[in-house]
């Protein structure tokens, strides 16, 4: 009897060692598909069970940490990811995620030291390449965001997505052909991502090609018919060649899509100021307001209007509204600090 007691002891531990690895596994798969879902929060709850029953769960840390991120929680992310790389030092992915989530937090330099490690570690990733290139991007480092891209790109050189992070290093650079180049390259690839022909169509627009970037953004509202950007831009091209009826019919539609959006009253309000109907204009603009007394934009078209009715008082209020609230120069518009100078200064 006595000698059957270490057995059965033995077999007791077995059995509890399996329930528990069961265990883990059944919290881990229902975080997978909690994540699977986009129900992030769920994930998170049972990723953290799984770590409960096993503390030294490396891929529930690491699970746990994309679903932190996707719930913007960078700073848990990227304690979850110390732990992994602690964990497993040679794992890529952990300094990949990590470096990821320092992006967000914009505590770049660090990200960049991560984006080094996970290709110390793996050099084949065109991902790494990619990623890392995008945060040195936002450093405004041109130089180095090209190297880091180029490797990417031969890596995996039929990866679209690459060359539309390339373009926009070329753009950054103000080298609009070679951008140019690699947007077409991108919509060769796949003739279905829209924002290939939307960086084409700002190529155009920027050199005042505006009936070549209609013929972009009607590519990606045959894709996307509700495009928000397209239809914008197709309006303000109309504007600008001098179509207006053209342009107001764009912004009605686009107000049928989006009836309660403040920029798109305001867009067609502005249709109707430049085709010299001034009351719908009003109208349009004011309806803007009513949804976001914030937009800078409404009131530099009512200083517009203003002006062209020679009630400078009502202009200069509404100027300095816009200032007030951070209005910025788009490739449309007339300056304010221009406006004020001219007309606000007496």
């Not at 309660?260 to 309000?269: K, Q, T």
Request: with cysteine; charged share 25%.
């Amino acid at each position: 009897m006595k000698k059957l007691l270490p057995l059965a002891f033995l077999l007791f531990a077995l059995c509890s060692y399996a329930f528990a690895n069961d265990s883990i596994r059944y919290e881990r798969t229902l975080g997978d598909t909690a994540y699977a879902h986009c129900d992030f929060k769920s994930a998170v709850e049972h990723y953290t069970k799984a770590i409960a029953l096993n503390p030294t769960d490396t891929e529930s840390y690491y699970y746990r940490a994309g679903a932190k991120a996707m719930l913007e929680d960078y700073k848990g992310s990227i304690e979850d990811y110390d732990v992994v790389i602690k964990m497993r030092p040679a794992f890529p992915g952990g300094y990949f995620g990590r470096a990821h989530a320092k992006v967000m937090l914009k505590m770049l330099d660090e990200a960049y030291a991560d984006y080094e490690a996970a290709i110390k570690v793996d050099d084949k990733s065109w991902r790494t390449f990619y990623n890392y290139s995008r945060a040195l991007s936002m450093g405004k480092k041109y130089d180095e965001p090209m190297v880091q891209i180029n490797k990417a790109i031969k890596l995996s050189p039929r990866e679209y997505k690459c060359y539309y992070l390339r373009g926009h290093v070329f753009y950054d650079m103000d080298k609009m052909k070679e951008a140019m180049n690699d947007y077409n390259k991108t919509v060769d690839l796949n003739p279905q991502y829209t924002d290939g022909y939307a960086a084409r169509s700002d190529i155009y627009m920027r050199s005042n090609d505006f009936k070549s970037a209609i013929i972009e953004n009607q590519k990606i509202l045959q894709i996307d018919p509700k495009n928000m950007k397209a239809s914008n831009n197709v309006g303000f091209s109309d504007i600008e060649l001098g179509k207006f009826d053209d342009a107001i019919a764009v912004f009605r539609k686009l107000i049928t899509n989006y009836p309660n959006d403040p920029f798109a009253h305001n867009n067609l309000g502005f249709a109707y100021f430049k085709a010299g109907l001034k009351t719908e204009a009003k109208e349009q603009i004011n309806k803007s307001l009513s949804i976001d007394s914030t937009n800078s934009y409404a009131y530099r078209n009512l200083a517009l209007i203003a002006i062209s009715e020679n009630n400078m008082t009502a202009a200069c209020e509404n100027i300095h509204k816009s200032l007030d609230l951070g209005f910025t120069k788009t490739w449309f518009s007339n300056e304010v600090e221009e406006l004020k100078k001219k007309y606000c200064q007496h």
